[in-house]
């Protein structure tokens, strides 16, 4: 399962965001999302846990906890949504 994981701390670190998780299950990845141009956190991060379950008992039991000061929002991560072709900003002729 794959779940987002908001409001983090700047400070938030990938190995704190797994020991976190670790505690509900078997965590197979924790990642914190950098900004490409300053390096720094965006404040939000991605965990897989090995299967639903656990994935599920980690959302229950951490959304809405303090993690680094911060209250954590946690659910379930939607896949990602491939934008039409031709859906830019620019005026539709």
């Keep these: 399962?794959?779940?987002y994981v908001g409001n983090l701390?700047?400070?938030c670190t990938d190995e704190e965001l797994r020991q976190a998780f670790a505690a509900f299950g078997e965590v197979t990845s924790?990642?914190?999302i950098m900004d490409r141009?300053?390096?720094r956190s965006r404040g939000f991060g991605f965990v897989e846990m090995a299967n639903d379950a656990e994935g599920q008992a980690a959302i229950d039991g951490l959304?809405?906890?303090?993690?680094g000061?911060?209250?954590l929002k946690i659910n379930e991560a939607?896949?990602?949504s491939q934008s039409p072709a031709g859906s830019g900003r620019g005026p539709s002729n």
């Design 30 to 32: 924790a990642t914190i």
């Design 78 to 80: 939607r896949p990602r």
């Design 63 to 67: 959304n809405g906890t303090e993690l």
């Design 9 to 11: 701390s700047f400070r």
């Design 1 to 3: 399962m794959n779940i």
């Design 69 to 71: 000061g911060r209250m």
């Design 37 to 39: 141009e300053t390096g």
